[in-house]
């Protein structure tokens, strides 16, 4: 059974940083691009970051480049998502999913696995 589990959501200040983990238990992560997505209330949710399997390809959302980092550990079964420069626009529940294409903007329906989310709160 497939389980991902986001962690190191909170509450920060504009301007600060915040690092987000995906701990997955899929057999055969170490092939299948993974990604982050975020919705904020009243929102669809929308496509982030995504890196593909072995970690040499990435995109994002235009306005997150530069300010958000997509990394993952294949040891380790977890994805991270490194935030800098935090926005009060910024702040959603991010979702981490598996088994999706990496182009930027993709429909989130395109992943097949998802976690439960965590909340992310930039104050301004």
């Known amino acids: 059974q497939v389980q991902l589990v986001e962690s190191g959501g909170g509450l920060v200040q504009a301007g600060g940083s915040l690092r987000l983990s995906c701990a997955a238990s899929?057999?055969?992560?170490?092939?299948?691009?993974m990604g982050w997505f975020r919705q904020a209330p009243g929102k669809e949710r929308e496509f982030v970051a995504a890196?593909?399997?072995?970690?040499?390809?990435?995109s994002y959302k235009d306005s997150m480049k530069g300010r958000f980092t997509i990394s993952r550990d294949n040891a380790k079964n977890t994805v991270y998502l490194q935030m800098n420069s935090l926005k009060p626009e910024d702040t959603a529940v991010y979702y981490c999913?598996?088994?999706?294409?990496?182009?930027?903007?993709?429909?989130?329906?395109?992943?097949?696995?998802w976690g439960q989310g965590t909340q992310v709160t930039v104050s301004s």
């Open positions: 890196i593909s399997w072995i970690g040499t390809i990435t």
């Open positions: 899929i057999r055969a992560f170490s092939t299948v691009n």
């Open positions: 999913a598996a088994d999706g294409p990496l182009r930027a903007g993709v429909n989130p329906y395109e992943y097949t696995y």
